[in-house]
């Protein structure tokens, strides 16, 4: 059984991770910088403190690291189990008990790890501002933080520059709508 464990490792390492696993990174990365990027735009403009400010950040990102982990989780074992059963109709034959079968299961826990911890990246926006209070810089940091997710993301520099465009346009507008939204 370790055996099969370590092999479905090394599968789900050289065939599955590094696309999953990124793509979570990205996807939950985004989710936390901008609500980050929300709460602390929203309390500094409001004047509200920066414990408040902090608690509101702490736990909405602890509450979109959950829900992302639970998603990702829910979603990828279903795939995989989906895909899985398409195989073992194609060579009829279970697959159960498999590096195969193993392998989607161990692809879907760190797919899942990957998303829920991925949103705490948005802290970097936080803690930009509690060590320098401006929030020009820690916009600045949240811009760049998208930009770099968004080269992280894609094949080809073509890609990653129009995804890195993409983050940073949702960036922009999501500090936009914030400050329509409290004024």
């Known amino acids: 059984m370790a055996n099969k464990l370590y092999e479905a490792l090394k599968y789900v390492v050289k065939y599955e991770l590094k696309s999953s696993v990124r793509r979570y990174i990205v996807l939950g990365a985004f989710d936390g910088i901008l609500l980050s990027l929300s709460i602390l ?14 608690l509101s950040i702490y736990s909405g990102i602890i509450a979109t690291a959950i829900s992302s982990t639970w998603n ?8 995989k189990k989906t895909e899985l059963e398409k195989i073992e109709k194609q060579v009829l034959k279970s697959l159960k008990g498999t590096i195969y079968d193993y392998s989607a299961k161990i692809a879907a826990v760190l797919a899942a790890i990957a998303h829920g911890i991925s949103p705490f990246l948005g802290l970097l926006i936080f803690y930009s501002y509690d060590y320098s209070h401006d929030i020009m810089l820690s916009l600045s940091i949240g811009i760049l933080s998208l930009a770099v997710l968004g080269l992280l993301y894609g094949d080809g520099i073509k890609a990653k520059i ?10 922009i507008i999501t500090a936009l709508i914030t400050l329509l939204v409290i004024k």
């Open 72 to 79: 990702a989780l829910v979603v990828e074992l279903g795939e």
């Open 41 to 54: 735009l929203a309390g500094v403009i409001s004047h509200i403190s920066l414990t408040s400010i902090s």
């Open 162 to 171: 129009y995804t890195m465009v993409q983050l940073i346009v949702a960036g």
